[in-house]
């Protein structure tokens, strides 16, 4: 159960279909395969024990991903958006590593003691070494890592995520039919390397037989054009990725080839999927739920309930647009209450999971699992009536008004009801009466004015008194990671800081 | 064989191998082509079995053979000549009930 057996089988089963790049250069499975081998090589050569890649996407990343996987090492994806010091801390962590990195952040690997090649030199060294008898088979054990991610770090200090070999293969295994995909079908993949889904991404389509590409700096324009001169028919996008789409004025936004569109990584405005449903009837969207602790997607939305959903009446049916779906196989989810116990449906609480997808490990402290094998997400939220799965924000977020738990996400929906507010974000902001009070920071359309009582009028109307901000600040955007979560702490600080300097 | 979730098989009279996706907890006779599989180390073994030439019916690459009833599960990550049978009945293809791509 090791991630290069699903190589081996593409390799055996797909033959001259190109599974990586464009269609004129890229790469075959057997070669990809070929590549993995040498790459394997030269980690074995340099008595590496890890490979570090600090670069954008492109072929290299699935090459080091699987001639890690056949030298036995781990890949790690590093975020080369880190300021120094952070990437100084996290490569201290990894001195023997073989490193690959763009020419701009070859030096930080350098500073850390690490040999550097780009990613071409890196795909030119896989091609010329000549495979050792030891490369013939995959040398790790099931249970050795495959991935090292480290997360966000947007609510706490960025953590290690292990994902052993035996939870990639469960997840592709679980939720992907080899051969699944036509020799037509292409995917685009637009989030960074060190993104959960960029290599679930690879392994996916690879194993479904579908050719990947990725664009690897995101604008509306870049993407609708690869969309079109690629034939791509299916792509994965995060929320603020699709609201640029929809959003940005006088763009051409035919898509003919595209068939299917996922989504996730972050809260998606309801206003925006309305928008792109109408926009697109003819794509098929699917919401996934996952994190980097679970091996990607753990529940899915998919395309038939998003169209049901959008056409009802009915206020449940149509609460289904916001939701996150139903489990994957293998995968068995627990909201659980304040003592533990599992809620009632329609109930909020903390969401848990539990399958052979799920590792729930971080590098250096071990397993994050409860007895019963477990995995607490720190996400908050509620399982309704027919089992469909509605996030209700991350546990850290919640706001303690008084002795009262607000979650930002149901004050955040609602702003962003309104027709001319593009985001919107809710944070506590510590006071001296209430310990938090609420308040609340709206990104407006280009031209449009909104006034904020009306604003607030419309939360305390819909939701109640206790729950409205105190204030609703208008900023030119908010700050978000590329991978478009909000990073609340900055904008407290923001918030905080502002107050202070207006008493003063 | 007690066979466990995520163990390799391979045949010992083709080249079949498989992957065990879902099984009970229970002692198992699975074969292929006749001859008992056996747990993949490495290469994989030497194809020392005497196949039956009635239970040569052939497994397909990437396809999933299931007994719904016992909760066996295997997927074929090598094709070959040989019929994969559990308890000695051949075991059915099972048709793919495919997750729209999330990623």
Redesign the interface.
């Given at each position: 159960?090791n991630i290069s057996?699903l190589l081996?089988?593409a390799a055996?089963?797909f033959g001259d279909r190109i599974v990586i790049g464009r269609t004129d250069d890229g790469l075959t499975a057997p070669r990809l395969r070929e590549l993995a081998a040498g790459g394997a090589g030269s980690v074995r050569a340099a008595e590496a024990d890890a490979i570090v890649y600090l670069a954008v996407n492109g072929p290299a990343l699935p090459v080091a991903l699987f001639a890690a996987a056949r030298a036995g090492v781990p890949l790690i994806p590093v975020n080369y958006r880190l300021g120094e010091a952070q990437l100084a801390a996290l490569l201290s962590n990894h001195p023997r590593a073989l490193g690959i990195a763009d020419e701009e952040h070859g030096e930080a690997l350098r500073r850390a003691g690490l040999a550097v090649r780009s990613p071409a030199e890196w795909l030119k060294e896989a091609a010329e070494a000549t495979a050792s008898p030891e490369d013939?088979?995959p040398a790790s054990p099931?249970g050795s890592p495959a991935v090292l991610i480290y997360t966000s770090g947007t609510t706490s200090t960025p953590k290690g995520v292990v994902l052993r070999h035996?939870n990639l293969?469960?997840y592709v295994?679980g939720?992907?039919?080899?051969?699944?995909a036509g020799p037509e079908e292409a995917?685009l993949?637009s989030v960074p390397p060190y993104h959960i889904?960029a290599v679930?991404?690879i392994l996916?389509?690879l194993y479904?037989g579908?050719r990947a590409l990725c664009l690897d700096q995101f604008t509306p324009e870049s993407w609708l054009d690869l969309v079109r001169r690629q034939g791509i028919t299916?792509a994965?996008v995060v929320p603020t990725m699709l609201a640029r789409i929809m959003d940005t004025d006088g763009l051409d936004r035919s898509v003919p080839s595209l068939r299917?569109l996922?989504y996730?990584g972050a809260r998606m405005p309801v206003r925006v999927i309305e928008t792109a449903l109408r926009t697109w009837p003819h794509i098929?969207f699917?919401n996934?739920y996952?994190l980097t602790e679970t091996s990607?997607?753990i529940t899915?939305l998919?395309?038939q309930e998003h169209r049901t959903a959008v056409a009802s009446d009915d206020p449940a049916v149509r609460a289904r647009l916001g939701s996150a779906g139903l489990p994957?196989?293998g995968v068995e989810l627990e909201v659980r209450d304040a003592y533990g116990a599992v809620a009632a449906p329609g109930e909020t609480g903390q969401i848990w999971v539990r399958g052979?997808q799920v590792s729930g490990e971080y590098a250096g402290q071990g397993s994050a699992v409860d007895e019963r094998g477990f995995f607490h997400t720190r996400d908050q939220g509620r399982v309704d009536a027919d089992g469909y799965l509605h996030i209700e924000g991350r546990a850290d977020d919640t706001i303690i008004r008084g002795a009262e738990n607000i979650a930002p996400a149901e004050i955040e929906d609602v702003l962003l009801c309104h027709p001319d507010v593009l985001d919107a974000v809710v944070v506590g902001v510590p006071d001296e009466e209430w310990g938090q009070r609420i308040e609340a920071v709206v990104v407006v359309r280009d031209g449009a004015e909104i006034d904020a009582g009306e604003l607030r009028a419309q939360v305390r109307g819909t939701l109640r008194g206790s729950k409205t901000p105190e204030r609703i600040t208008r900023w030119p955007e908010l700050p978000r990671t590329p991978t478009g979560k909000l990073v609340r702490r900055d904008i407290v600080a923001a918030l905080t800081a502002e107050t202070v300097g207006r008493q003063g | 064989m007690r066979p466990r979730v995520g163990q390799m098989l391979a045949s010992s009279v083709d080249t079949t191998a498989v992957i065990v996706v879902r099984c009970p907890d229970s002692e198992l006779d699975i074969t292929c082509g006749g001859a008992a599989m056996a747990e993949a180390n490495g290469p994989g073994p030497a194809a020392t079995g005497t196949a039956d030439p009635d239970q040569m019916g052939g497994s397909l690459l990437g396809k999933r053979y299931a007994d719904d009833e016992l909760g066996l599960e295997l997927l074929c990550t090598k094709p070959g000549q040989g019929t994969l049978a559990l308890n000695g009945v051949p075991l059915p293809l099972k048709s793919p009930k495919p997750l729209p791509a999330s990623d």
């Amino acid at each position: 159960m090791n991630i290069s057996m699903l190589l081996d089988m593409a390799a055996e089963g797909f033959g001259d279909r190109i599974v990586i790049g464009r269609t004129d250069d890229g790469l075959t499975a057997p070669r990809l395969r070929e590549l993995a081998a040498g790459g394997a090589g030269s980690v074995r050569a340099a008595e590496a024990d890890a490979i570090v890649y600090l670069a954008v996407n492109g072929p290299a990343l699935p090459v080091a991903l699987f001639a890690a996987a056949r030298a036995g090492v781990p890949l790690i994806p590093v975020n080369y958006r880190l300021g120094e010091a952070q990437l100084a801390a996290l490569l201290s962590n990894h001195p023997r590593a073989l490193g690959i990195a763009d020419e701009e952040h070859g030096e930080a690997l350098r500073r850390a003691g690490l040999a550097v090649r780009s990613p071409a030199e890196w795909l030119k060294e896989a091609a010329e070494a000549t495979a050792s008898p030891e490369d013939e088979d995959p040398a790790s054990p099931p249970g050795s890592p495959a991935v090292l991610i480290y997360t966000s770090g947007t609510t706490s200090t960025p953590k290690g995520v292990v994902l052993r070999h035996h939870n990639l293969v469960s997840y592709v295994l679980g939720t992907v039919e080899f051969a699944g995909a036509g020799p037509e079908e292409a995917a685009l993949v637009s989030v960074p390397p060190y993104h959960i889904a960029a290599v679930s991404n690879i392994l996916t389509n690879l194993y479904a037989g579908r050719r990947a590409l990725c664009l690897d700096q995101f604008t509306p324009e870049s993407w609708l054009d690869l969309v079109r001169r690629q034939g791509i028919t299916n792509a994965m996008v995060v929320p603020t990725m699709l609201a640029r789409i929809m959003d940005t004025d006088g763009l051409d936004r035919s898509v003919p080839s595209l068939r299917a569109l996922a989504y996730g990584g972050a809260r998606m405005p309801v206003r925006v999927i309305e928008t792109a449903l109408r926009t697109w009837p003819h794509i098929d969207f699917v919401n996934a739920y996952g994190l980097t602790e679970t091996s990607s997607t753990i529940t899915i939305l998919g395309p038939q309930e998003h169209r049901t959903a959008v056409a009802s009446d009915d206020p449940a049916v149509r609460a289904r647009l916001g939701s996150a779906g139903l489990p994957v196989p293998g995968v068995e989810l627990e909201v659980r209450d304040a003592y533990g116990a599992v809620a009632a449906p329609g109930e909020t609480g903390q969401i848990w999971v539990r399958g052979e997808q799920v590792s729930g490990e971080y590098a250096g402290q071990g397993s994050a699992v409860d007895e019963r094998g477990f995995f607490h997400t720190r996400d908050q939220g509620r399982v309704d009536a027919d089992g469909y799965l509605h996030i209700e924000g991350r546990a850290d977020d919640t706001i303690i008004r008084g002795a009262e738990n607000i979650a930002p996400a149901e004050i955040e929906d609602v702003l962003l009801c309104h027709p001319d507010v593009l985001d919107a974000v809710v944070v506590g902001v510590p006071d001296e009466e209430w310990g938090q009070r609420i308040e609340a920071v709206v990104v407006v359309r280009d031209g449009a004015e909104i006034d904020a009582g009306e604003l607030r009028a419309q939360v305390r109307g819909t939701l109640r008194g206790s729950k409205t901000p105190e204030r609703i600040t208008r900023w030119p955007e908010l700050p978000r990671t590329p991978t478009g979560k909000l990073v609340r702490r900055d904008i407290v600080a923001a918030l905080t800081a502002e107050t202070v300097g207006r008493q003063g | 064989m007690r066979p466990r979730v995520g163990q390799m098989l391979a045949s010992s009279v083709d080249t079949t191998a498989v992957i065990v996706v879902r099984c009970p907890d229970s002692e198992l006779d699975i074969t292929c082509g006749g001859a008992a599989m056996a747990e993949a180390n490495g290469p994989g073994p030497a194809a020392t079995g005497t196949a039956d030439p009635d239970q040569m019916g052939g497994s397909l690459l990437g396809k999933r053979y299931a007994d719904d009833e016992l909760g066996l599960e295997l997927l074929c990550t090598k094709p070959g000549q040989g019929t994969l049978a559990l308890n000695g009945v051949p075991l059915p293809l099972k048709s793919p009930k495919p997750l729209p791509a999330s990623d």
